[in-house]
């Protein structure tokens, strides 16, 4: 079945370094890509999204690039900020509804001034 | 502010209590989940309605109802829960067909089974 494989954290990174964030996907079709972020208490945000692929997803300075050959939608920013702390979830939707969706297991990212 | 509004935020419950979830949008969505976020576990997709019908179920245990009296506010009914029920529970809404949809996420109950 469809599933979404995540690179396992804990993250920590000091302010201003370069952020990837692995994602890979098992799916039937072509289906669009998701990153949630989850601040501290709080629910989950879309970040960004991709549709088809080579798009790219982007947002806050974040961007993902939906890669068919490799099944990937990595998750990278090029200069993290504190503000950035949060779990970070790739996630893919089945049975077509956008709503109904796989998640990662979720990364951890702490950015230390 | 997302859109979706859940009460209560946080929620400590005996085993033996009966409580309730609600969730509320205002976003003009037509379809609702509720999912659960436990420690250590990828969330979890329990319950699904598109235009006020569940259309689906990923075997959740009786003890959790689901209700979805319109399509702007869905209920979870908690009963006779164990303590490994405890977790954040997330209600989220979206267009039900369409393809350029997603999920907008309330910020969820953090829930304690004592």
């Known amino acids: 079945g469809d599933s979404v494989t995540q690179m396992e954290g804990p993250v920590t990174l000091s302010e201003e370094a370069f952020l990837t964030i692995n994602c890979t996907y098992t799916?039937?079709?072509?289906?669009?890509l998701f990153w949630y972020v989850q601040y501290p208490g709080e629910g989950l945000q879309l970040l960004l999204k991709a549709t088809k692929a080579d798009d790219k997803g982007s947002n806050k300075g974040f961007e993902a690039t939906y890669r068919k050959e490799t099944t990937s939608f990595h998750l990278e920013k090029g200069s993290v900020q504190v503000s950035d702390s949060a779990v970070y979830f790739c996630?893919?939707?089945?049975?077509?509804?956008?709503?109904?969706?796989?998640f990662g297991k979720g990364t951890k990212l702490s950015v230390k001034p | 502010e997302t859109g979706v509004t859940q009460t209560p935020r946080h929620l400590v419950m005996g085993m033996t209590n009966k409580k309730s979830l609600k969730c509320e949008q205002h976003l003009g969505h037509n379809a609702m989940y509720w999912y659960k976020q436990s420690a250590k576990k990828p969330l979890e997709l329990m319950f699904v309605?598109?235009?006020?019908?569940?259309?689906e179920n990923n075997s959740v245990p009786s003890r959790f109802s689901p209700e979805c009296p319109n399509s702007s506010h869905l209920f979870l009914h908690l009963h006779t829960l164990q303590p490994e029920d405890s977790a954040l529970y997330l209600c989220?809404?979206?267009?039900?067909?369409?393809?350029?949809?997603?999920?907008?996420f309330g910020q969820g109950t953090r829930l304690t089974v004592v």
């Open positions: 799916a039937t079709g072509y289906p669009s």
């Open positions: 309605y598109n235009f006020k019908e569940q259309t």
């Open positions: 996630a893919l939707p089945w049975g077509g509804s956008q709503g109904n969706l796989i």
């Open positions: 989220a809404s979206s267009q039900a067909q369409g393809v350029n949809t997603e999920a907008f």
